[in-house]
């Protein structure tokens, strides 16, 4: 039961990346309008773990029967097999995925997309966009790879003082150990 409700999250978390559009285009008189980005797939070739490495990584996912993985067309970044991260819970959809790891005292989220959003000329975007951003219990850390946008969205269960909720390098360091395991062109 637990299980499935985490999927679910998982599920509306991709919902909610998905629903963005709407949210955004609400003040704006033209749609804001999201868009497919073009995957550089020959660099996502070359970058692509070796076959041990991939395999260390997949073997426990597939043990799970995770949704959606075989569908995704994007390049799947995960987390190498080796540290406490266990196997995520993972959710893939088309174009986007989530993968949710459970260190102990925190919660990793890793999201994929490839798609963005392209917003109407008369809408004023007041965020701009960085690497590392401090959230009410944790941090969010965003990238691209290969055309695709990622974030790593580390939640802590003392955010205050738990340094993967504040010190920018461990989530930095983080995107730099993932593994490009899996993800097919369409």
Known sequence: MARLASLQ???????????????VAAGAAEPARRVLTPIDWPAAGQARASAAQADAVLRPLR???PAGLAQVRIPVLLLPAEGDWGAPRFHGQGTAYAALYAPAGAKLGLFG???HLVAP?????????GAFESIGDGADYSFTRFGAAYTLRMSC????KDKRCT???????????LLLVAGEKP
């Open 167 to 177: 010190d920018p390098q461990y989530l930095a360091d983080t995107a730099r150990a």
């Open 113 to 115: 997309s490839a798609t």
């Open 157 to 160: 269960d003392e955010p205050l």
């Open 9 to 23: 999250a998982l599920g509306a978390s991709l919902l909610m990346i998905a629903g963005a559009t709407a949210c």
């Open 121 to 129: 000329s008369d809408l004023k975007l007041e965020h701009a966009g």
């Open 63 to 65: 043990a799970t029967a």
